[in-house]
């Protein structure tokens, strides 16, 4: 039987509820359905996780549990899904990032996770590749198909790190 | 755009303040109704019950009779929205057949049947079929979200609360009011009302809400519409409607793609034909067959039936394209699983493709090919009535068809379409492709 542990809650939200709520976000377009990706997955984190290594490993393995619910979840309400983009806006005054935003939630599910890992959480090819549990060569093709459809231009040693 | 703008962008989006109490909360009632079995607790809910039922009754005794009408309502109101009629006729819908419009489409079953020759002949000369729809049960079932709704759950509570409201103490409502819908449609945000009264609903309007394509529906009376469904082999599972793939699969190679058996289709339409009969599982005009998943493939989309007689393989991919809203181009071609899974590209022109000559050449560039799938799955869908005059303009110079043969032994058929259109077989819808990418496709098929 699994104790309520309310305070665990509260140190875990802190540290990633930011992060889950990005993913979500990023993934599925609205606001509501990324509060029921966050219950699930601090559920998960709470009472299903294994035991981890490190803060990194924790981290890792709750972005991957997000991401497999985001898509679980377009998935299976897909053919009747509308993204809200309305509510969307809310967070910019600048049209033009709302663009962007928008433009980045139109993507395939599966380059949104890689350009999400890659450009806002930093993680390398191989990072990326271990989380969502795929082949270097797999995410390296979608990191650049993202950045086609995105238009992303490269800039320092991106050319490199590909 | 640069990464910076990326970053940007993504860290504007933040959970409000309240967001961590309504979690918490949230998170505990999810606990608490995990909870395992405690007698104590039962018995004091058991309590609880019976003396609440013991109040009831006694206010029901000392209600006058009119008010103890009105406590029944809610179960009346369920009655109501299920109509025996089941949809009637407020639900038809034309359905359009597969080959309607693609006669010389390479047809990979081996056995087939006169039968469908036949039913091919009889969907060109009928060009539309139009079927009447049943109650599916399991419905609402399938496409509910796997995750908890509490909000919609509360909706529908208003909203029977407010049909209370409305029909007071009627059972039934009249012939001449406006009947529910039927549960078999789709329904979003009340959009459904407009799938149940167009082929395919709500062209793309300008926020991309994307094109709903209704649900098949099945004929509800022995009649013309029996005919029709006859000529479209399908297989019902799971409250889906699965219509024979024309798309080429291997034969050599089918038994490597069976998956999980789902059980064996139930034989003719007349079975399935009868009023109580719309639910049943494996409902089928394919006769009794094996229903296999397909490996590799969601079963939402794709299943097929697998036997070998006398050691010739007679497979088929049965494919759910139908009761799905299309936003993108992900939403249909990310279901082929043509990425990382090419074995070869060809195309032919239109002559060719329209006289059967099969003159097919290969491309060779296959980089090219996957930048502009990347850019087929991000197309925009356009609905096909918008577009008909590409069809009836059938310059042998303005079309290619592309043969993508996929390495587990399937294949997925585009025509493309000079303008930069992209049409699929079966899905009956235009899809827009990014200009500059599709132009530097088009011009490597020469």
Request: charged share 25%; glycine share 6%.
């Amino acid at each position: 039987m699994p104790q309520w542990p309310g305070s665990s809650f509260s140190t875990k939200y802190k540290l990633y509820g930011d992060m889950v709520f990005k993913i979500a976000m990023v993934h599925l377009g609205n606001k509501d359905d990324a509060e029921e990706i966050m219950q699930e997955a601090f559920y998960k984190l709470l009472f299903k996780s294994p035991t981890f290594n490190n803060d990194g490993h924790e981290k890792a393995w709750l972005i991957k549990v997000t991401v497999n619910l985001c898509r679980d979840t377009l998935r299976s309400v897909w053919h009747k899904r509308v993204i809200k983009m309305e509510e969307i806006d809310n967070y910019y005054d600048d049209p033009a990032d709302f663009n962007i935003l928008k433009e980045i939630i139109s993507l395939p599910m599966k380059y949104k996770s890689v350009i999400y890992l890659f450009y806002f959480e930093d993680y390398s090819i191989k990072q990326i590749a271990q989380i969502l549990n795929s082949k270097e060569s797999a995410i390296k093709m979608r990191l650049q198909r993202g950045r086609q459809l995105l238009k992303i231009e490269l800039e320092g040693n991106e050319n490199e790190q590909l | 755009m640069n990464s910076f703008d990326i970053k940007r962008v993504i860290g504007k989006l933040e959970p409000d303040d309240d967001m961590e109490q309504r979690l918490s909360a949230k998170l505990n009632g999810k606990l608490a109704k995990g909870m395992p079995f405690k007698p104590i607790a039962v018995i004091a809910a058991g309590l609880i019950v019976a003396i609440g039922a013991g109040v009831l009754a006694n206010h029901q005794i000392e209600t006058p009779p009119k008010l103890a009408v009105q406590n029944n309502i809610p179960n009346s109101t369920s009655i109501a929205l299920l109509p025996d009629n089941k949809g009637g006729n407020q639900a038809e819908q034309k359905i359009q057949g597969n080959n309607a419009k693609n006669p010389n489409l390479p047809q990979t079953n081996n056995n087939q049947s006169s039968n469908q020759t036949n039913s091919q002949n009889n969907n060109q000369n009928n060009n539309q079929a139009e079927t009447i729809a049943p109650q599916t049960r399991s419905d609402s079932d399938v496409q509910s979200p796997s995750l908890p709704n509490t909000d919609k759950q509360n909706d529908n509570s208003k909203a029977l609360q407010q049909n209370n409201e409305t029909n007071n103490s009627k059972q039934i409502p009249a012939e001449n009011e406006t009947t529910p819908e039927p549960r078999t449609l789709l329904r979003d945000n009340g959009d459904n009302g407009v799938s149940s009264q167009n082929q395919i609903s709500q062209g793309l309007n300008q926020q991309n809400e994307g094109i709903f394509i209704p649900k098949v529906q099945l004929p509800v009376k022995a009649t013309d519409s029996v005919t029709t469904a006859k000529m479209m082999e399908l297989i019902v599972y799971q409250g889906r409607i699965y219509i024979r793939s024309t798309l080429p699969l291997d034969l050599n190679r089918a038994a490597a793609l069976v998956g999980e058996k789902l059980g064996t289709t139930k034989g003719t339409i007349t079975e399935w034909s009868q009023q109580n009969d719309y639910d049943e599982e494996l409902a089928s005009t394919v006769g009794i067959q094996d229903v296999y998943s397909v490996k590799g493939y969601d079963k939402s989309f794709r299943i097929m039936t697998y036997e070998q007689i006398n050691g010739e393989v007679n497979a088929q991919f049965f494919d759910c394209l139908n009761g799905i809203t299309v936003k993108t181009g992900h939403d249909i071609f990310g279901k082929f699983q043509i990425e990382n899974n090419i074995a070869s590209v060809r195309y032919e022109d239109f002559e060719s493709w329209n006289n059967g000559k099969n003159n097919f050449k290969s491309l060779s560039n296959l980089d090219q090919f996957n930048v502009f799938l990347a850019a087929l799955e991000n197309s925009v869908p356009v609905n096909e009535e918008d577009l008909d005059y590409l069809f009836s303009e059938q310059g042998t110079t303005d079309q290619r068809v592309l043969d993508i043969r996929l390495k587990d032994g399937s294949g997925v058929e585009l025509r493309l379409f000079k303008e930069g259109y992209v049409y699929i077989n079966g899905v009956n819808i235009f899809f827009k492709v990014d200009s500059l990418v599709f132009n530097n496709f088009w011009n490597g098929l020469v």
